[in-house]
C-alpha cells in the first residue's frame, strides 16, 4: 500500500540522478590502508614513497592524520611501529580521532610486508591529481557561470591554477649515468665536427662565441643593464644575427613596444639608417637605395614577433611550444622580464612574482630545450656608485630578485663606460663609442668583458673588427617607456595590406614617399 502511495504521489518520487556531478571522488581507501600498514611493518618503506606522498594524498581524513605521524617519525628518525605510532598520534592529540589503538591494529593487520608499496603509492598519487583536477575544474566552471567575472582574468586565474597543480606534481624519476654518457660523448663528437668551435647558437660576434661557444641549449640567459645602455639594441642584433645571417628561427616576445616599432628598430639596424630618419621619413636618395637593397634581407627571415601587452608566464609557455611546434623556433627572446606577469597566483610581494616568472622561463628553457634570452632592469644603485669600477654593473643590482641571479645559466650586462663620460678602461682601451659586454656568469664557462662597437643612431651593435665610423651622437635615437624615452615609430605607420613589400624607388621631387 505504501509503494503504491508513494508511486502516486509525484513528490515522493526520488529524482533522477545526474551522473555527471554525483560521483564519487576518485578514491581507493582499500589502499591507504595497505600503505599505511607498510610503513607500519617496514622501516625502510617511508624512502620508498617520501616523494610520491604527502598527508594530502589520502582521502581519508584519518588516514592523513596517520601518515602525518608517520612522516613526522620518520624526519626525526624515530622507529614507526604501531606502538609508538599509537604514543605520537596521542602527543598530537589525534588517537581518539583516528579511532584508537584498535583501529592501528587493523590497519597493520591487513599486510604482511611493503611488497609493491611504491606501486599502491603512485595509485594514490593518481587518485589525489584527479581530485585536484576535478576541484580547480568544478571552480572554474562555477566562475565562468558569474556574468560578473572579467573573463580575462579568468583565463589568467586558470592557467595559474593548473600551472601550479601541474608544477607540485610533477616527478622526475632517476636516470642510470650510461645512456647520459652516450649523450655527452654524442654531443662533444657533433661539436668537434664544428671546426668553429660552436656547439650552440651563434651570437654573430667573435668574442662572445669563442668565451660562450653561441647559446646553448636549456640555458636562461638574463641580458640586463642600466636605461640608455642599449639593452634592446643588443638583443635586437643578436635577433638579427641569428634569424637574417644565420637563418635560425627565434621568437620575439616584445611587451614594450608594438610590432611595428621594433621592426622599425630592424629595419635601422640592417639598413644602416638613422632612427631619426626611420621616424621623420626624410631620407635621401643614396638611403632610399640602401633600404630597397638591404630591407629584402629583412623580408621572409624567420622572425616571429609576439607584442601582446601583460603577457603572463603562463601564456608565453603556450605560444612558446606552439611556435616550436609549428615554426621550428630555436630562440626564444624576452623584452623585457619585469613586464611579465604570474596572473592567477597569489604572492606576498612583487619579489616572489619575479621569481616565480624566472624560475618558470628557467623551466621553459629546459623544457623545450632552447635558449632563452631574457631582458631584465637594473636597480639604481650602480647610480650611486664612483670611479670606472664603480659603474660597472654587479650581480646584486638585479633589479627585484635575487631568484634571477640565481636561476639564470649566464647574465650578461650591457654597459656603455661613454655614457658615464669614461672614455678609456683599466686597460687602456679607448672606449669612445664602444660597448662592454659584461659576462657575470656563466654556468658553463668562463667570465668576462667583451668589447663591441654601438651604434646609437642605428640601434645596433657590431664586431670592432668591422667597419667603423665614430658619430657625434651617441646613445639610442629611437628610446622606449622603459628607458624614459620617446616610444618609436607611431603604430599606424606600416606596410601593404597583405605584407608585401614593393621596389623602394627614391622618392620623385614633391613626390609620395614610397615607405
Known amino acids: 500500500m505504501a509503494n503504491n502511495n508513494i508511486g502516486n504521489n509525484k513528490k515522493g518520487q526520488q529524482a533522477p540522478i545526474d551522473n555527471n556531478y554525483a560521483h564519487l571522488q576518485p578514491q581507493a581507501i582499500d589502499v591507504e590502508k595497505v600503505v599505511l600498514g607498510a610503513l607500519m611493518v617496514d622501516s625502510d618503506a617511508f624512502s620508498m614513497v617520501s616523494e610520491v606522498l604527502k598527508p594530502d594524498t589520502f582521502y581519508e581524513p584519518r588516514h592523513q592524520k596517520i601518515y602525518q605521524a608517520i612522516q613526522t617519525m620518520n624526519m626525526e628518525e624515530r622507529p614507526v611501529d604501531v606502538m609508538t605510532l599509537t604514543d605520537e598520534l596521542a602527543k598530537m592529540g589525534e588517537l581518539d580521532r583516528i579511532g584508537g589503538p584498535g583501529y592501528l591494529m587493523e590497519v597493520s593487520s591487513q599486510v604482511a610486508s611493503a611488497a609493491h608499496i611504491e606501486s599502491h603509492a603512485r595509485i594514490l598519487a593518481q587518485r589525489y591529481l584527479q581530485r585536484q583536477l576535478i576541484h580547480f575544474a568544478g571552480g572554474i566552471e562555477t566562475k565562468a557561470f558569474d556574468m560578473s567575472v572579467d573573463v580575462d582574468e579568468l583565463m589568467q586565474q586558470a592557467e595559474g591554477e593548473l600551472f601550479q597543480i601541474s608544477q607540485n606534481n610533477m616527478k622526475q624519476d632517476y636516470t642510470q649515468i650510461d645512456p647520459v654518457i652516450k649523450d655527452a660523448v654524442d654531443i662533444l663528437q657533433r661539436a668537434a665536427q664544428n671546426k668553429g668551435g660552436l656547439t650552440g647558437i651563434p651570437t654573430g660576434y667573435h668574442g662572445m662565441d669563442e668565451m660562450t661557444s653561441g647559446w646553448q641549449d636549456s640555458d636562461l640567459v638574463i641580458i640586463a643593464g642600466r636605461p640608455a645602455m642599449g639593452k634592446t639594441s643588443f638583443a635586437l642584433s643578436i635577433a638579427k644575427n641569428v634569424a637574417v645571417d644565420y637563418g635560425i628561427p627565434i621568437g620575439f616576445f ?219 651622437e651617441g646613445g639610442e635615437i629611437m628610446g622606449s617607456k622603459m628607458n624614459g624615452g620617446a616610444a618609436g615609430a607611431p603604430s599606424g605607420s606600416g606596410s601593404a595590406a597583405d605584407g608585401s613589400l614593393p621596389p623602394l624607388p627614391p622618392p620623385a621631387p614633391n613626390g609620395p614617399l614610397p615607405f
Not at 628557467?362 to 623545450?368: F, I, P, Q, S
Not at 672606449?431 to 656563466?442: F, R, W
Open 254 to 472: 616584445s611587451l614594450e613596444m608594438n610590432n611595428v616599432q621594433l621592426v622599425n628598430r630592424l629595419i635601422s639596424n640592417v639598413c644602416e639608417i638613422s632612427g631619426k630618419k626611420i621616424l621623420n621619413g626624410q631620407l635621401d636618395p643614396s638611403e632610399w637605395e640602401r633600404l630597397d637593397k638591404k630591407i629584402r634581407a629583412l623580408t621572409g627571415s624567420p622572425i616571429y614577433i609576439d607584442d601582446t601587452p601583460g603577457l603572463s608566464v603562463f601564456e608565453l609557455r603556450t605560444k612558446a611550444r606552439r611556435l616550436v611546434r609549428e615554426k621550428g623556433v630555436r630562440m626564444i627572446m624576452i623584452d623585457y622580464l619585469q613586464l611579465m606577469n604570474a596572473n592567477g597566483m597569489k604572492f606576498g610581494s612583487r619579489q616572489e612574482e619575479v621569481s616565480t616568472i624566472s624560475r618558470s622561463l628557467k623551466g621553459l628553457a629546459k623544457e623545450l630545450n632552447i635558449p632563452v634570452l631574457a631582458l631584465s632592469q637594473l636597480s639604481r644603485n650602480v647610480e650611486n656608485r664612483e670611479g670606472l669600477e664603480g659603474k660597472r654593473p654587479q650581480l646584486s643590482d638585479l633589479r627585484e630578485s635575487g631568484a634571477i641571479e640565481q636561476d639564470a645559466d649566464m647574465v650578461l650586462f650591457v654597459h656603455r663606460p661613454e655614457y658615464y663620460h669614461i672614455y678609456q678602461d683599466e686597460k687602456g682601451n679607448d672606449l669612445h663609442g664602444m660597448a662592454q659586454i659584461i659576462i657575470a656568469k656563466h654556468r658553463k664557462g668562463a667570465t668576462g668583458d667583451v668589447l663591441l662597437n654601438f651604434r646609437g643612431e642605428f640601434t645596433r651593435f657590431q664586431d670592432p673588427t668591422d667597419s667603423y665610423t665614430p658619430v657625434q
